[in-house]
DNA sequence: TCCTTGTTTCGATGCCTGTCGATACCTCGG
DNA sequence: CCGAGGTATCGACAGGCATCGAAACAAGGA
């Protein structure tokens, strides 16, 4: 925490809309494009995290308290690792609403990602 | 009958329809299933073998001689490793013929990841 | 104010994985 | 049968990451 100059990742914030990069049969991957999506991948890539992102999608609203959703066989510090790596890849916002923590989806990221794997062509 | 050296995979084949796991949305991630979807993410979540994969994806007939695809910055082995990661993942499959080794997409695969994170609600 | 409950950060540890060079394997042409 | 070129495996190393307990931070109530 010495350090104020430390450059903020390029992720995605609440609210943007996440073009990203072409449909995969669309051609070959740039390096660049591939790392972006890589990064994305790898936020589900870990069954626990992808527990925890099903359960914030599949409440009401795409939204979850993380009381609501902690119980997925880790500790408690593990379960707000792999919320803080969901949050950096975009895939989910945070809110804080008086003593709880809300998290909700960022449906553009998903999409996004959906749309990279329609092989359609 | 031309059934040659089949490269055979514990993992999904081409065809094959693959229930695995409800739509994100669907409801809470069982762990078993987690483990399912965390596998494939994975194999898709290194940006070398999202570059290998999307140039197989992108030629024609889906289809790519490892020669034609080898170029992604790394050495040889290195490409042999990650084709098989994403063949162990069920994305690709691989057959030889003659000298050469071709390497095909699983549409079915890469249709259920898709489908996961359809996120319509 | 102090205490309780909810959440995040910190520091350490052990496993997993991406990478390489060397080498073995497979197929074809001579 | 032998050599050459394409592909896979092996062994080793370095860096990354999931996990935990402890501690810090935030908000509300007595």
Known sequence: MSNPEVVELPVLQDGDVVPCC???????????????????FKALSDPVRLRL?????????????????ADVGVSQPTVSHHLKKLR??????????????????????????????????
């Not at 070959?28 to 890589?38: G, N, P, R, V, Y």
């Not at 992102?53 to 959703?69: N, Q, R």
């Not at 923590?101 to 062509?121: F, T």
């Open 22 to 40: 072409p449909p995969i049969t669309a051609g070959e991957l740039s390096t660049a494009d591939a790392q972006k999506m890589a990064a994305m």
């Open 88 to 121: 950096e890849a975009g895939l989910l916002t945070s809110e804080r609403r008086g003593t709880w923590v809300y998290y909700q989806v960022a449906p553009s990221v998903v999409a996004a990602m959906s749309a990279m794997l329609d092989l359609r062509s």
């Open 53 to 69: 992102f099903s359960k914030v999608a599949s409440h009401p609203g795409g939204e979850a308290c993380v009381c609501d959703i």
